[in-house]
């Protein structure tokens, strides 16, 4: 079967886009499509035409394999099908089941008539790669749905249901069974209505568009600092509603061009290509067996080991935990309790939903009860004799051809696996706190762990809903050791003249989620304590940190202690500026003899995340992550990097690693090899 296959059910050509696994609108199944139509035009037994689509979908837009080559707008184009489907001169009939999304939806808002599964789900998702809807989504949907309702989807790229809309222009029936069969009947029925209904023809109704847009303009404008697409949304909406047709569509296609060569749409799609680049690992074959995952065990009811089990459990995985103490154990599973009851609570789940979740997580302090699970996840103290104690008892219970797998978020992975003598069933993998919400997760590749294994958790990470991305064994994987530099920026800045909220307002305003004072109040100051005690006894050599180590000494913990480096009042969260904090900046300069200076923005962010760059540079040189957009994904799935930025070497792609090579040395740095290579060969991190 080719990509557009054409059949006949009595008068009625049914033209079926088949490009799998979304029908994604691909140059073959483009000229398909109008093939298509010139043989119906050109067949007298033939009055009317259906558009359906193979498989589970009607179409789900661009076929992104064609993002960047010459196919992606080789005649005929997107706007040529579409200029096809309007001039046919028999009625062409939609058939929508599954999605109709983007330039899927476009091609269904130009046919004569739309026949729907009641759960079909449409969408113009474009503005989540920062772009608009090019084909004429933002002039076609206003006048089958309305100005409000068009715009809110346009604007958000949220995905609506047919039976939502039912009712509306868009769909002339909504229902159950056979949606082919449906749009074939339609289709007799109207095969000599004359003239044929376009949406282009209708008006768009609405008693104060003008008031309308600029309420929108208004609110649009405050939620979407940073992102310029929403805003031209709302424009070609105000075109659509004020210009006529054809105006209209040049104003959508200017608007689409301007928004394309963006620096945040192009960011916006790196991101989107990054996602699908981190599952692919240059040795291990897409078709390598993985082992199945049936039932898990996690070791600790901790912080993590709670959240973890919760992923399982939420993906319908039982999944046995296991404690040292019977108190830490029920406090462990009574927070997880508390945690769904929350979130049923809140109508995230039904209370049924919430108790079939509890009913797959099994308490234990036998290891006994975890062995046969096919992983488990060790969650306990982050001590390496404890860990590899642990990992001993493993080694003697688990049975044959489980995985074994760390939490850690420091500790030589080799040397856990070293403690068990089957090295390739052990992987790390590095959940981010909280474990069942944070989207990241770092799967760490030992030097020693079977292909199979990696591919089994990669697989596992898709099926928790996890954006996972392969790190190699180094002191803090990919994510944290990059912190590491970042935060020593934070803190040389505080010593240098800044105060915490003069640091966070900058980084803020580059669009970091959380400044990096904010984000270790809530992280905890004692963490990033103990591990510098570690770093001071491990390497006596390195510098310390008297600020921070002063901090923790006064026991400002961050947020659970009410004061870090800021103050919080009891049950609040907002970070308030704090007197005392900011004296004890000052007089630590003044006890060191270092006259503080004013330090702008520009210098603060430069520093911080520039210290990202270069720790990230290093980091692809010795080959822990496998490509810059995996570094990328990192900070933007599990570390707040602004989306519009693309990730931190996106970033310094986009300011130029020559650039970036100067201003390093401005601070006195040494630019990383890959870094200066780089920029010498007048290259990229990402190849775009
Ligand atoms: P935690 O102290 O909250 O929990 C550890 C749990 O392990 C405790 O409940 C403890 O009773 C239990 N435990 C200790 N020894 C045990 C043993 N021998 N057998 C069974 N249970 C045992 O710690 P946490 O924050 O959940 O951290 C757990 C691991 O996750 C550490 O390796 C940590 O580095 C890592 N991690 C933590 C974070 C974070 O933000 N907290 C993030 C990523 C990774």
């Known amino acids: 079967?080719?990509?557009?296959?054409?059949?006949?059910?009595?008068?009625?050509?049914?033209?079926?886009?088949?490009?799998?696994?979304?029908?994604?609108?691909?140059?073959?199944?483009?000229?398909?499509?109008?093939?298509?139509?010139?043989?119906?035009?050109?067949?007298?037994?033939?009055?009317?035409?259906?558009?359906?689509?193979?498989?589970?979908?009607?179409?789900?837009?661009?076929?992104?394999?064609?993002?960047?080559?010459?196919?992606?707008?080789?005649?005929?184009?997107?706007?040529?099908?579409?200029?096809?489907?309007?001039?046919?001169?028999?009625?062409?009939?939609?058939?929508?089941?599954?999605?109709?999304?983007?330039?899927?939806?476009?091609?269904?808002?130009?046919?004569?008539?739309?026949?729907?599964?009641?759960?079909?789900?449409?969408?113009?998702?474009?503005?989540?790669?920062?772009?608009?809807?090019?084909?004429?989504?933002?002039?076609?949907?206003?006048?089958?749905?309305?100005?409000?309702?068009?715009?809110?989807?346009?604007?958000?790229?949220?995905?609506?249901?047919?039976?939502?809309?039912?009712?509306?222009?868009?769909?002339?029936?909504?229902?159950?069974?056979?949606?082919?069969?449906?749009?074939?009947a339609l289709?007799?029925?109207?095969?000599?209505?004359?003239?044929?209904?376009?949406?282009?023809?209708?008006?768009?109704?609405?008693?104060?568009?003008?008031?309308?847009?600029?309420?929108?303009?208004?609110?649009?404008?405050?939620?979407?600092?940073?992102?310029?697409?929403?805003?031209?949304?709302?424009?070609?909406?105000?075109?659509?509603?004020s210009q006529p047709f054809e105006e209209g569509l040049r104003v959508e296609r200017d608007l689409f061009l301007s928004l394309l060569g963006t620096t945040e749409s192009r960011a916006l799609r790196h991101a989107f290509f990054a996602e699908r680049a981190a599952a692919k690992i240059a040795d291990v074959p897409e078709d390598t067996e993985v082992r199945p995952i049936r039932s898990a065990a996690v070791i600790g009811a901790g912080t993590m080991g709670g959240g973890i089990a919760m992923n399982f459990a939420n993906a319908g995985i039982p999944v046995t935990v296991l404690e040292a103490e019977r108190a830490r154990l029920d406090q462990?599973?009574?927070?997880?309790?508390?945690?769904?009851?929350?979130?049923?609570?809140?109508?995230?789940?039904?209370?049924?939903?919430?108790?079939?979740?509890?009913?797959?997580?099994?308490?234990?302090?036998?290891?006994?009860?975890?062995?046969?699970?096919?992983?488990?996840?060790?969650?306990?103290?982050?001590?390496?004799?404890?860990?590899?104690?642990?990992?001993?008892?493993?080694?003697?219970?688990?049975?044959?051809?489980?995985?074994?797998?760390?939490?850690?978020?420091?500790?030589?992975?080799?040397?856990?696996?070293r403690s068990t003598r089957r090295p390739a069933d052990v992987i790390g993998t590095h959940f981010f706190s909280p474990a069942h919400v944070m989207k990241l997760l770092e799967v760490v590749r030992g030097a020693a762990t079977g292909k199979d294994v990696l591919a089994t958790v990669m697989g596992l990470a898709r099926t928790i809903k996890k954006t996972a991305v392969v790190s190699g064994v180094c002191d803090g994987f990919i994510g944290n050791r990059m912190l590491e530099p970042y935060l020593r920026q934070s803190l040389l800045l505080l010593e240098e003249g800044a105060l915490p909220a003069q640091v966070d307002r900058a980084l803020e305003s580059f669009g970091m989620a959380m400044g990096p004072f904010r984000m270790n109040d809530l992280a905890g100051n004692d963490i990033g304590w103990?591990?510098?005690?570690?770093?001071?006894?491990?390497?006596?050599?390195?510098?310390?940190?008297?600020?921070?180590?002063?901090?923790?000494?006064?026991?400002?913990?961050?947020?659970?202690?009410?004061?870090?480096?800021?103050?919080?009042e009891a049950g609040r969260r907002d970070a308030l500026p704090d007197p005392a904090v900011d004296e004890m900046i000052v007089t630590?300069?003044?006890?060191?003899?270092?006259?503080?200076?004013?330090?702008?923005?520009?210098?603060?962010?430069?520093?911080?995340?520039?210290?990202?760059?270069?720790?990230?540079?290093?980091?692809l040189e010795e080959g822990i992550a496998q490509r810059a957009s995996d570094v990328d994904l990192v900070y933007l799935a599990g570390y707040g990097f602004p989306p519009f930025r693309g990730g931190p070497m996106f970033y310094a792609d986009t300011v130029g690693l020559t650039t970036v090579v100067r201003r390093m040395k401005g601070f006195g740095w040494t630019p990383a090899p890959r870094l200066a290579r780089l920029a010498g060969e007048g290259q990229t991190f990402n190849r775009s």
């Not at 209505?193 to 609110?219: C, K, Q, T, V």
């Not at 006259?595 to 720790?615: M, S, T």
Request: net charge positive; aromatic share 4%.
């Open 1 to 184: 079967m080719g990509p557009a296959e054409y059949s006949t059910r009595g008068t009625v050509a049914v033209i079926t886009l088949n490009n799998p696994p979304v029908n994604g609108l691909g140059h073959a199944l483009r000229r398909g499509i109008v093939d298509g139509l010139d043989r119906a035009a050109a067949d007298p037994g033939v009055k009317a035409v259906v558009l359906a689509g193979a498989g589970k979908s009607f179409s789900a837009g661009a076929d992104i394999r064609e993002f960047g080559t010459p196919q992606m707008t080789a005649d005929p184009s997107l706007h040529a099908v579409i200029q096809a489907v309007e001039a046919s001169p028999k009625p062409v009939v939609a058939a929508i089941h599954g999605v109709a999304m983007g330039g899927g939806l476009e091609l269904a808002l130009a046919c004569h008539y739309r026949v729907a599964a009641s759960n079909a789900q449409v969408a113009l998702p474009e503005v989540k790669l920062g772009l608009l809807p090019g084909a004429g989504g933002t002039q076609r949907l206003p006048r089958a749905v309305g100005l409000e309702t068009a715009l809110n989807m346009i604007v958000s790229g949220t995905t609506v249901s047919a039976a939502q809309l039912e009712g509306t222009r868009l769909f002339d029936a909504v229902g159950e069974g056979d949606v082919v069969e449906r749009a074939a």
């Open 187 to 241: 289709a007799e029925t109207v095969a000599d209505r004359r003239p044929l209904p376009l949406l282009r023809d209708l008006a768009i109704a609405h008693p104060s568009a003008e008031g309308f847009l600029a309420f929108a303009r208004g609110a649009v404008g405050t939620v979407s600092r940073g992102y310029p697409a929403p805003r031209r949304c709302v424009d070609a909406l105000a075109a659509a509603a």
């Open 332 to 417: 462990g599973i009574a927070t997880i309790r508390k945690s769904y009851e929350g979130s049923a609570r809140k109508g995230k789940l039904t209370s049924a939903q919430a108790e079939e979740r509890m009913g797959l997580i099994r308490p234990t302090l036998s290891y006994t009860d975890v062995a046969s699970a096919d992983i488990v996840v060790e969650a306990v103290f982050e001590d390496m004799a404890v860990k590899q104690a642990v990992f001993k008892t493993l080694d003697e219970t688990m049975r044959a051809g489980a995985i074994l797998a760390s939490n850690t978020s420091t500790l030589d992975l080799d040397a856990l696996a």
């Open 530 to 568: 103990s591990i510098r005690k570690r770093r001071y006894r491990e390497h006596p050599e390195t510098g310390r940190s008297l600020i921070a180590d002063r901090l923790c000494e006064q026991g400002r913990f961050g947020q659970k202690t009410g004061a870090g480096w800021y103050r919080y």
């Open 588 to 619: 630590d300069s003044r006890e060191r003899g270092v006259a503080r200076r004013r330090i702008a923005e520009d210098e603060i962010v430069d520093r911080c995340v520039l210290a990202l760059v270069n720790e990230g540079a290093k980091i």
